[in-house]
Structures are given as structure tokens and as C-alpha cells.
């Protein structure tokens, strides 16, 4: 998504990903995923928010993830906002939502 521009301002509750490792702390999670609990501590390790936006990638959290579906205007056939489907694994639901953006982004 990000690599499609997908916009987004850090800010405390957002979930980011590491690929190139700046950050010296380990990971309470897996792969280099960290959370920003204080932004102004992600901004004394990258120098700005700027460069947060520029050296991490964004992992919009499941809800993050259904509003920008919603400010996206994505919705199912019925002019819905996708509903949960009964049965699908909560990580399928996750990754359900992201192809829809990134859907969205590559068409619209």
C-alpha cells in the first residue's frame, strides 16, 4: 500500500514495520513491527515525522483499515462496506481488507 502512496500521519495506536532495521530496540513483536505508543520517541529516533513516514511502512490496524475503506468508498455489490463474513479467520478478514485498498488504490 505503500509503495501505491497510500498517505498516512504517525500518531499514537498505529502499528509500523521496520524492513531496514533503524531502529535499534528490539520488537516486542514479530518481523520488525513496532507501535507507536509515544510519538515523540519515534521522532527522536528519525529526526521528524517526515522521516517516520519515509523509513517505516504503515500497518493499518483492522479498524484503521475499514475507515480508510470507508473514506475510500469501497464497498461490496450491495453499496455496502464489506461486511465480516461468518467463518472467515479474523487474520483472513485482515488480509480481505488490505487487498481491497490496495484494489482500490491499483484502479482507482
Known sequence: M???GL???????????????????????PNRVYFILSLPRFVD?????EQIVQKLVWLPTWHQARLLCQHMN??????????LEPGRAPADEYIHIYKQIIS???NG
Open 45 to 49: 529516533i528519525f529526526g521528524s515525522v
Open 74 to 83: 469501497i464497498v461490496d455489490e450491495q453499496g455496502n462496506l464489506f461486511p
Open 104 to 106: 482500490a488504490m491499483m
Open 7 to 29: 498517505a498516512w500521519r504517525p500518531h499514537v495506536g498505529c502499528f509500523v514495520w521496520d524492513p531496514e532495521g533503524h531502529i535499534a530496540s528490539e520488537s516486542p513483536f
Open 2 to 4: 505503500k509503495e501505491l
